[in-house]
């Protein structure tokens, strides 16, 4: 990546202190060469918000860069996603996007991951310095929360590991609407601690499906909702599948001329099924650069980092607010443990039954620590002689942290015990 002059405005930003430099910043070229060399950056996404991403971040020095995507291209993503052509429709975007900014910046690796990031194994996320996000679904942000929560390790006395924090910079758009938000695990909060500032989906009601639709959406959904379940009550419908979605598109099509109404298109198809908001480049550029700058200030400590949440709304002008959010303590994710309170005389079987019956559990297997005091499968038989022991003489006491898994929990599920002297039928749940 040495192209004469290329760099001059980030060597000028990296080799003098200031006034608003991060609190460990320290001027140095060996901080360029970490930059281009050594570190490392997950973007989670290549539409239109993650072609913006990736050509920001390698005209910022990043020199390694992955991109994950699981779509392909397909000819109405051409009026943004700038990084595509014609050509190549069809193909996936994060290959695509890959060899075209590795074509216009010359230097910069980008290894393109065409999949679902759920097929991806935790240790393949433990691989990157910071993970950016240029999603548009709500689960895959989600997901993405609990992969980064699910690294973060606590000591004894509930402070963050340091050493397993894996930071998070989300961006979104939504027309002429937009955020960039930093998630440092541990100390800002997650994405479940302010979920709230996400509005709740549209719903229609099934009566009016099914009796009387009166637009392109009523019908969309009435086959979303209804017609596919009845017609193919085996199959889970799955939006990313081409095959479902031209169904999909047959049939609402098909209902709209039934009850004669017009504007089903299989555009349209796929924003009301997928939940599509309709995208503005220009917003895209604006969040993209945002988030790549606060990556870039994480990686490098040459500004202080965002605090922690900003909004960007273009729909009058140009309008951004900057709100610092306050972490959930008793978040279900990111928290050192949820209290729960048990009798230091109850068995761990009795422990676990709380548990589940509190969570609405199936198979919750336990750990402490490094320790497993019970699992479920091939270790089952190894740990079941810990179910008859008393939790008191399996765990250092008041407050200790122990860690549930269960195929319900989206994550592992922290609880930090409380003993308490309370009869057993009061054992409750803080949630």
Known sequence: MDVPGRWKGLDFLLSRSGNITGPDF???PAVREFLHDSCRVLCVGAGGL????????????FGNIDVIDMDTIDVSN????????????????????????????KGVQVTPHFCRIEEKAIEFYEEFHVIILGLDSLEARRYMNQVACSLLAYDSDGKPDLATIKPLVDGGTEGFKGHARVIIPGFTPCFECTLWLFPPQIKFPLCTLAE????????????????????????EF???????????????????QEFGIQGVTYQLTQGVVKNIIPAIPSTNAIVAAACTLEALKMVTMCSTQMQNYMMYVGTDGIYTHTAAYEQDPLCAICSPGLPFEVQSSMTLQQV??????????DKPSVSYGAENLYMHGPLEELTRHNLTKVISDLVDGDGSIIQINDKKLAATLRLKLKFTDTPMLDVNVTS
């Open 26 to 28: 320290e001027p140095d």
């Open 50 to 61: 993650g072609c913006e991403l990736l050509k920001d971040l390698a005209l910022t020095g």
């Open 78 to 105: 051409l009026n943004r996603q700038f990084l595509f052509r014609m050509k190549d429709v069809g193909k996936p975007k994060a290959e695509v996007a890959a060899e075209r900014v590795k074509a216009r910046v």
């Open 212 to 235: 009387t639709p009166r637009s392109a959406a009523h019908c969309i959904e009435y086959a979303h909702l209804i017609q596919w379940g009845r017609d193919r009550p085996d199959e």
């Open 238 to 256: 799955d939006a990313d599948i081409e095959e479902h979605m031209k169904w999909m598109y047959k049939h609402s099509l098909a209902r709209a």
């Open 352 to 361: 676990i039954d709380a548990i589940s019956s509190a969570k609405q559990l």
